[in-house]
């Protein structure tokens, strides 16, 4: 691992926040899982055959820009057996909680053992497991979004289901927590659908970045009745993930360098905006930065 292991006294998860100053991160290389995925490429959704070394070239950037950014990398010891090219995507397998790491119930079947390898790695970091989303129930990190330390929006779709919400709903009441179902768009379908972060990314406490067509119209209007300022992305960069955009805290991003108008429009609102090539990490596999990042620890913003 990158990071030295933690005693679980010091492996608290700090205040939750997806835009505070990002202090530590799991993040899963590409050839780790063995990103060629073979003949099984088409069935995992990905646009063309994987390239493990133009993936991995990608991803050593983005690794290399948390560390310049002063982020505690963690990082498994060695190959990952069992998992497919989506195990990189790390948001989804697990979340964090005031308390403790919860591991989620994947959507998406071939990813089931995820949950169980992050499970593996919190175990030798002294990071606590404080429950987990069992059948019925089916969520997955990607979907839920912190609104402020007592609130957090569940999105509810192909990967994330009611049962699983109400789960998720359990575990945190004990920290005061409300979860919010809103409902996800039907988008492309089941076979490419959409998480929640595909539509909304917070970048500080009061303003994200959003796909505001496919944007639920209660869940508009309920962030605009929260004060949320939302910057629209330029449309045409929606294949490009432009409404996925990693907050590192301190008003610095990280996002797809494909997207550069919507970009643009984020450093004309004054945010950082550091950015990677992801063809091949993100574009391939569809997953952004956010997908690409587990944030473990987060200052208070």
């Known amino acids: 691992m990158t990071s030295a292991t933690l005693a679980p006294a010091a492996a608290g998860l700090g205040p939750p926040s997806m835009c505070g100053k990002l202090v530590r991160s799991l993040l899963i290389d590409p050839g780790v899982v063995g990103w060629n995925a073979g003949a099984s490429w088409r069935d995992l959704g990905y646009l063309h055959p994987p390239e493990e070394t133009l993936a991995a070239r990608q991803h050593a950037r983005i690794r290399s820009l948390l560390l310049g950014c002063g982020v505690d990398v963690v990082e498994p010891d060695g190959f990952l057996p069992g998992l497919t090219p989506d195990a990189v995507y790390c948001h989804d397998a697990s979340f964090p909680s005031p308390r403790g790491m919860v591991l989620m119930r994947m959507g998406k079947a071939s990813r089931s053992g995820e949950p169980a390898a992050h499970a593996r790695i919190y175990e030798r970091q002294g990071i606590p497991v404080i429950g987990a989303v069992e059948a019925p129930g089916l969520a997955e990190g990607g979907d839920l979004v912190w609104l402020d330390e007592q609130t957090l929006l569940a999105g509810e779709g192909y990967r994330t289901n009611a049962a699983g919400i109400a ?125 690409l990042t587990r944030p473990l620890v987060r200052a208070a913003s």
């Open 167 to 291: 789960q998720l709903a359990g575990i945190l009441a004990v920290d005061g927590v409300e979860v919010v179902p809103v409902p996800l768009p039907f988008g492309d379908g089941p076979r490419c659908c959409l998480h929640l972060m595909s539509l909304i990314s917070v970048l500080d406490r009061r303003t994200m970045v959003a796909d505001l067509r496919f944007l639920g119209v209660p869940t508009f209007e309920m962030l605009k009745a929260r004060g949320w300022e939302l910057i629209p992305i330029v449309e045409a960069e929606r294949p490009t993930m432009a409404a996925n955009v990693l907050a590192l805290g301190e008003r610095t991003l990280l996002a797809i360098a494909a997207n550069r108008e919507t970009n643009a429009r984020l450093r004309g609102a004054g945010f950082e905006v550091l950015t990677y090539e992801g063809s091949e990490i993100s574009q391939n596999g569809s997953g952004g930065p956010t997908c």
